[in-house]
């Protein structure tokens, strides 16, 4: 969860701690920060770029995903931190359960966006992995939220599956305290799958 905090009205005292070159510490640590993403976007690239593709193991046609389930979800009101566990039937799956690790954050007075990873396990072991995005509005008591998922590979014949989907999403405040709350959701879920 983000909190803003007053602003502190009382100067702050100069940095005058020099570095190289007559540099001003705090100048420093940024030019050496933006250095390391910089580092870190390029190490990231050439990475990506001498990877086998992963477009010769996500052979096949696009495929319909479809699917609904069911599951509790709690959310630490302080951090934002979720969990939640859920089952239901997904095509290609079939009777499926999965879990889910997520980050919400407050974007207005009754509104949030969170991402996080979906884990969906088969009844054969099989399992799906994708990365999601959402946002949503609540109440004191329910939420709607709308996700775009993207499928990030999985075990069996889905090592290496690729595809998008959309789940909407309805929940309802089962339990609540002023450090964590837990729901009782159903989704709904529409896409296309490739493995």
């Known amino acids: 969860m983000t909190t803003n905090q007053p602003a502190d009205t009382a ?3 100069p940095d005058t701690a020099i570095g190289r070159a007559g540099t001003p510490r705090r100048r420093l640590i940024i030019l050496a920060s933006v ?10 690239a050439v990475v990506t770029a001498l990877s086998p593709p992963a477009a010769s193991a996500a052979h096949g046609a696009a495929r319909p995903l479809t699917g609904t389930g069911t599951g ?15 089952t239901g039937h997904l095509s290609p799956l079939g009777a499926e359960s999965g879990y889910d690790n ?3 954050t407050l974007t207005g007075a009754s509104t949030f ?5 979906r884990i969906f396990v088969a009844a054969n072991g099989d399992k799906l992995f994708s990365a999601i995005t959402g946002q949503g509005t609540f ?22 599956a690729s595809g998008t989907y959309t789940d909407t999403i ?26």
């Open 139 to 160: 109440t004191r008591t329910t939420a709607k939220s709308t996700e775009t998922d993207t499928i990030t590979g999985g075990t069996g014949p889905f090592a290496g």
């Open 102 to 104: 997520l980050t919400f």
């Open 11 to 13: 100067a702050a005292p």
């Open 170 to 195: 309805s929940s309802v405040v089962i339990s609540a305290t002023s450090t964590s709350q837990i729901s009782q959701s159903t989704a709904i879920a529409q896409g296309q799958i490739r493995y």
């Open 72 to 86: 509790t979800t709690t959310l630490n009101l302080l951090t934002g931190a979720a969990t939640s566990k859920f």
């Open 113 to 117: 966006t969170y991402t996080g990873t």
């Open 35 to 44: 250095v390391l993403v910089l580092l870190a976007a390029v190490i990231a």
